[in-house]
């Protein structure tokens, strides 16, 4: 049973820093992608960063280039998001996401099979 919890979300000033974490688990296989989303309140949920977890391989939309950094920590199965220079538009419910073994992984979500309950980040102006 996949399973994924993300913790790391808080309430920050514009220009602060956090670091959301999903700590996975019930994986029996390594070709997979993992990906956070995130969701504004009347907004449909939008793909943030997706990272390739054979090839090591990353991708960002463009709102978030060059601010957040997805990696993943092999031994501790957790997937990180360091989120830097925070703005107000960055406000949302993130969530982690993973797909099936061998699936695509875009920024869409029907790609993703798993989903992690969210965590709250709330950047102030």
């Known amino acids: 049973q996949v399973q994924l919890v993300e913790s790391g979300g808080g309430s920050v000033q514009t220009g602060g820093s956090l670091r959301l974490s999903c700590a996975a688990s019930g994986f029996t296989y390594s070709a997979y992608y993992m990906a956070w989303f995130r969701q504004a309140p009347g907004k449909e949920r939008e793909g943030v960063a997706i990272?390739?977890?054979?090839?090591?391989?990353?991708q960002y939309a463009d709102s978030v280039k060059d601010r957040f950094t997805i990696s993943k920590d092999y031994t501790k199965q957790t997937l990180y998001l360091q989120m830097n220079s925070l703005k107000p538009e960055d406000t949302a419910m993130y969530y982690c996401?993973?797909?099936?073994?061998?699936?695509?992984?875009?920024?869409?979500?029907?790609?993703?099979?798993?989903w992690g309950q969210g965590t709250q980040v709330t950047v102030s102006s």
């Open positions: 996401a993973a797909t099936v073994p061998g699936g695509l992984g875009r920024f869409r979500l029907d790609d993703y099979a798993y």
């Open positions: 990272f390739n977890n054979r090839e090591e391989s990353v």
